[in-house]
């Protein structure tokens, strides 16, 4: 087989462990999965009577077009219907991106870390990966810039980032975007946009008027509930999307994904809820933090990163033994750290007693070795 070299060397990606899979590993009867960004109260009760009541014929495909959402969705946003392209999830517009836009021969430019996926999708096309580092969990926009040249052809954007929850403010954005060259797509993945409280947060869908040159991305697999159902969407300008069309496949997502986010989106009353639960719960671990003294970043997500000092595959496995399964930061690029993503209150706190007792136990141990070195 003449495989791509560069797709040999690449690794699949790996999904947080399932609840299935650790059950039968440790034998617990609870497990709470705190790992993948989910919305942890699930999606709203009106998508899941749509989809009782669902009686159109599975034999059919699904509608390509994905008319009624497009339709409810240009509407809500105040946009086109050819400004909208949808995607089995994020993952697949980033894919069709990728598909449509990068080469040998040329670049693209990203944070690091940020969502792999970019980098991953990437490399399998061939294009040269160019990283810029964090700095203080934000993305470096100076420096970023200062790696575009005239082979970039996509920088991505991930605000807020995943896996840090930092997110860009509309001043530095404004001023970004006004210095990449028009022929560079931006691609702004806003996956917890539903999340940010930010009041410097900028409205992109009024930079997409002043920028043809940039794509926003969205999903209904976060704050909407329905990560199973993958479906996520881009705006942009109509030439954008409309260059962009061919490299997505037909049919791509499905008539019941559809359905529930047209559903979905007809109840911002629960996605009201669901951001509010997702404050309160962030401010639950913020105030664990600051008493034990851990490092972190404000979040605009639904999510935190928690800096506990040690190898992160460590409180990883401490929290997994006990029936929480975070991520730990060592494969997002914070090997002492790990994310967790924020769950009720219940959950929140039940995690939170197990990160003390983690805290403590490492205390104890660390004392009792400093004293048998004495």
Not at 67 to 76: F, N, P, Y
Not at 157 to 173: D, F, H, Q, R, V
Request: with cysteine; hydrophobic share 35%; aromatic share 10%.
């Amino acid at each position: 087989m003449r495989w791509k070299e560069d797709v040999l060397q690449l690794t699949p990606y790996q999904p947080g462990k399932s609840i299935g899979e650790v059950k039968r590993q440790y034998g617990l009867e609870k497990i709470v999965k705190l790992a993948s960004n989910e919305n942890p109260f699930g999606c709203s009760g009106q998508v899941l009577e749509k989809i009782r009541t669902f009686d159109n014929s599975l034999a059919l495909y699904p509608d390509g077009y994905a008319t009624e959402i497009r339709e409810a969705l240009a509407s809500k946003l105040g946009v086109s219907e050819g400004q909208l392209i949808f995607g089995n999830g994020s993952d697949e517009n980033i894919q069709i991106i990728s598909r449509a836009l990068l080469r040998p021969g040329f670049n693209t430019v990203m944070a690091a870390p940020t969502f792999p996926q970019y980098k991953h999708n990437a490399v399998i096309e061939g294009a040269e990966v160019r990283e810029v580092q964090l700095v203080g969990g934000e993305h470096d926009l100076e420096g970023m810039l200062n790696k575009i040249d005239e082979k970039t052809n996509v920088v991505w954007l991930c605000s807020p980032n995943n896996p840090t929850g930092a997110y860009i403010n509309e001043e530095k954005l404004l001023s970004f975007l006004k210095r990449v060259p028009t022929e560079t797509l931006v691609v702004l993945d806003e996956a917890y946009y539903e999340y940010v409280v930010a009041d410097d947060y900028y409205d992109s869908i009024e930079l997409i008027k002043q920028f043809e040159n940039l794509i926003v991305l969205r999903t209904f697999s976060k704050i909407y509930g329905l990560a199973s159902l993958r479906i996520g969407y881009g705006i942009g300008n109509e030439k954008v999307i409309q260059a962009l069309e061919p490299a997505r496949e037909p049919f791509n997502t499905s008539t019941f994904a559809q359905t529930a986010a047209k559903a979905a989106l007809e109840d911002q009353s629960y996605v009201e809820m669901c951001r509010l639960k997702n404050r309160e719960g962030l401010e639950q671990y913020y105030q664990f933090c600051d008493q034990q003294q851990l490092s972190y970043t404000k979040s605009q997500g639904n999510f935190i990163l928690i800096d506990f000092k040690v190898d992160g595959n460590e409180v990883f496995q401490y929290f997994l033994e006990r029936g929480f399964i975070v991520r730990s930061g060592v494969a997002l690029g914070f090997p002492t750290s790990v994310r967790v993503t924020v769950g009720s209150k219940a959950e929140n706190a039940e995690m939170i007693e197990i990160m003390k007792a983690f805290v403590f136990e490492k205390i104890a141990t660390q004392s009792s070795q400093t004293h048998t070195q004495q």
